[in-house]
DNA sequence: TTAGGGTTAG
């Protein structure tokens, strides 16, 4: 029999806290040899020992020959799982514990709750939720935390709330974890309210957790001020320096906001501020800002140092990619990804089915959607999001279908592709259908931008009576995207009086936007009412606004070239305007006749021609042709719609050149191959 | 002898 088992305890809590799990075993063995089976008391702290160094196998060994197992031998096996990240375990445990007719107390109840927490398992946390009822422990202040925790991780944030007010002496733990509570569920304004609440308490002082739940509370509303004065509070408590998770938020916080310098700076003065975490915030930042250029070096300086690409680095990365166009680079990146490991994140699956939706190649999209065994709802939403842009409106109900069946619940990001897919394929009786399922099938209110898909789905197909009853009918004005489309389909049937009231709302909406100026002039054009598109340019003078330049990126020998109209900057620009000149005269012999109708200004036709001739997804096309081998897909991305003329000539350039040509505008992709384009409504 | 919260994503 042991004589102290107190020297023991101390010896064993002592190996657990310094890690020392060798010497820990050792004295396991010696005292089994030496005095037999030790008593309850002294192997609990041997359970806590083996949880403690991570030998949860050791643990789960000597919990099951205990003859004698307490209170604190269940708790410190189910804290132990927890810790441990073997959550289900846990649970199970805590539940065994009850059935044993032990009655838990907050410790287990804490630790259960977390590990439902960590797995998002609702049911569960309501379930040790209504247990902690019963005992009258809910609201003791280390359960009724993590019940709040619990809630907002399993976005249920009005059982947070509730659980948090009846959170009795709340301490800073409490109060960080309900303010990145509501950051976490979107309630920006909430969790920033909550944070002056809490600082407004005399009995709390906010520490360093604190203060990065509000930053990223902050990030998410990109306010650079409210950002800048917290910064300031971060300073003046001292916790600026040496904490590299503070640093990641401040970086995180710049770059959402777009302030990419005090991004940059605030990593370079921080110690340790280079790092995964701080890198994949500064990459999206300029991915967000569109400087790819900037978001490819910093990936490119992060590797340099040594830092290994995580899953949201690459995310990142390769959504630049997307932006740009840019399939070799993307390609490259998948390969990166493949080898890394990162393929099975369902974030880095759904970029890459972006990136090669964006690049152009459908088959390569789907392959990489196929390739997942069980895909999330990120990764179906990618998918419909795809094939609403190839204007594949079958295949993307298809595969909502699918979706549905498969049990995977649609959100409002999949209604507004859904919608987007009906609308691009003329299905109009479907995409009604799916907006009023929204409410009634899946409890989703629609928000401004279905409510603008609707507009945009009754105007593409000129029922443009109906689009007038819907904008009457709606909850609200429609937004800009609402307005702009009804704008477009005016052009698009010749309906001015609706065209102007449209363009009216918007120029209000946003009147810095040059686009609806212009899309106003080409409705006057078209009418050849030269006057009135004077009007509107004067007005656009008068408001100094310049006409956005229409821009085409083309990706050549795995450089991206870019090319404005009438461009005569690149030096190969002899070698363009020639081919440019060739192909004028073969797509001439193919019955092509310019629609000089697409150019709004009043010159003679000749020079109409030529102004066609050189915009600058032609020029783009041309240069593909030249530098480009052949056989391989041209794939232009532009930032603006393509013009009915320029879509016309490239239909036939494809053919003449045989080459697959894909253009991808602002709105959506033209594949053309053969003489042919895959959408069906242009013009 | 047993317990809690913090940074990056479509």
Redesign the pocket.
């Known amino acids: 029999m042991l004589k102290e088992p107190a020297i023991f305890?101390q010896l064993i809590?002592s190996y657990a806290r310094s890690g020392k799990l060798e010497k820990g075993r050792q004295l396991h063995a010696h005292l089994v040899t030496s005095y037999g089976t030790p008593s309850t008391?002294v192997a609990?702290?041997l359970l806590?020992m083996y949880a403690k160094c991570g030998d949860l196998a050791h643990a789960v060994a000597l919990f099951d020959q205990m003859p004698q197992r307490?209170?604190?031998s269940w708790?410190?096996m189910i804290?132990g799982f927890s810790?441990n990240d073997r959550f289900p375990e846990a649970i199970q445990t805590f539940s065994s514990m009850c059935a044993a007719g032990i009655r838990p107390?907050?410790?287990?109840f804490?630790?259960a709750v977390?590990a439902s927490a960590a797995l998002g398992w609702l049911a569960s946390g309501r379930q040790l939720h209504c247990v902690s009822l019963k005992l009258g422990l809910d609201a003791?202040?280390?359960?009724g935390?993590?019940l709040a925790?619990m809630y907002s991780k399993c976005f249920c944030l009005p059982d947070a709330c509730r659980v948090f007010k009846g959170v009795s002496e709340?301490?800073?733990?409490?109060?960080?974890?309900m303010i990145?509570g509501y950051?976490?569920n979107g309630e920006f304004d909430e969790a920033l309210m909550a944070f002056q609440e809490m600082l407004q308490e005399e009995t709390v002082a906010a520490?360093?957790?604190?203060f990065?739940?509000a930053?990223?509370a902050c990030?998410g509303l990109k306010s650079e001020e409210l950002g800048r004065k917290l910064h300031a509070c971060v300073v003046k408590f001292g916790f600026a320096v040496g904490?590299?998770?503070?640093s990641?938020?401040l970086t995180?916080m710049y770059s959402?906001a777009g302030e990419m310098e005090s991004a940059t700076r605030v990593m370079g003065t921080s110690y340790d501020g280079w790092n995964?975490?701080?890198c994949?915030?500064l990459i999206?930042g300029h991915v967000e800002g569109e400087e790819i250029e900037k978001a490819v070096s910093i990936f490119v300086e992060c590797k340099r140092r040594g830092i290994n690409p995580?899953?949201?680095?690459f995310?990142?990365i390769i959504?630049a990619c997307a932006g740009q166009a840019a399939l070799e680079q993307g390609m490259q990146l998948h390969a990166q990804v493949i080898k890394s490991g990162f393929i099975m994140?369902p974030?880095?699956c759904?970029?890459l089915i972006?990136m090669y939706g964006k690049c152009g190649l459908l088959s390569s999209s789907t392959e990489s959607f196929h390739e997942i065994q069980s895909p999330?709802?990120?990764a179906w939403?990618?998918i419909i999001s795809v094939l609403a842009q190839h204007g594949c409106g079958r295949e993307a109900i298809v595969a909502f279908h699918r979706m549905v069946s498969g049990h995977v619940e649609p959100n409002h990001?999949t209604f507004v592709s859904l919608l987007m897919a009906c609308s691009h394929s003329g299905l109009v009786e479907q995409g009604l259908r799916f907006f009023d399922s929204m409410k009634e099938t899946f409890g989703l209110d629609p928000r401004e931008e279905h409510h603008s898909c609707v507009i945009d789905m009754l105007g593409r197909a000129g029922r443009l009576r109906e689009v007038e009853e819907f904008i009457s009918r709606m909850p609200a004005e429609p937004n800009a995207f609402g307005w702009c489309s009804l704008l477009g389909a005016c052009r698009t049937h010749g309906k001015k009086e609706l065209g102007e009231l449209a363009a009216e709302k918007l120029m209000k909406l946003q009147p810095e936007n040059s686009g609806t100026h212009v899309l106003l002039s080409t409705i006057y054009a078209s009418e050849g009412q030269w006057e009135e598109v004077k009007a509107v340019r004067r007005l656009m003078r008068d408001r100094r606004m310049k006409k956005l330049p229409g821009l085409s990126w083309v990706e050549v020998e795995k450089k991206t070239h870019v090319f404005g109209a009438e461009d005569w900057s690149h030096p190969k620009k002899d070698e363009i305007y020639k081919k440019l000149e060739q192909l004028w005269i073969r797509i001439r012999e193919e019955g092509y006749v310019p629609f000089t109708g697409a150019v709004a200004r009043r010159v003679e036709e000749s020079e109409k021609e030529r102004l066609l001739r050189h915009h600058s997804e032609r020029i783009a096309v041309a240069f593909a042709l030249i530098g480009s081998p052949a056989g391989k897909p041209i794939i232009v991305k532009k930032n603006m719609r393509i013009c009915v003329d320029c879509h016309k000539a490239i239909k036939l350039i494809a053919k003449v050149e045989g080459r697959e040509i894909i253009v991808r505008d602002n709105a959506r992709f033209h594949h053309f191959k053969g003489g042919a384009c895959s959408c069906r409504d242009y013009w």
């Open positions: 305890a809590q008391f609990n702290h806590n307490n209170l604190v708790t410190t804290t810790q107390t907050q410790f287990a804490s630790s977390q003791e202040r280390f359960v935390s993590n925790d709340k301490d800073e733990v409490s109060w960080a974890a990145d950051a976490k520490d360093q957790h604190v990065c739940s930053l990223s990030a904490n590299v998770i503070m990641n938020a995180d959402k995964v975490v701080s994949s915030s999206d995580n899953e949201f680095t995310s990142s959504k994140d974030f880095v759904s970029t972006d999330t709802y990120i939403n990618s990001a």
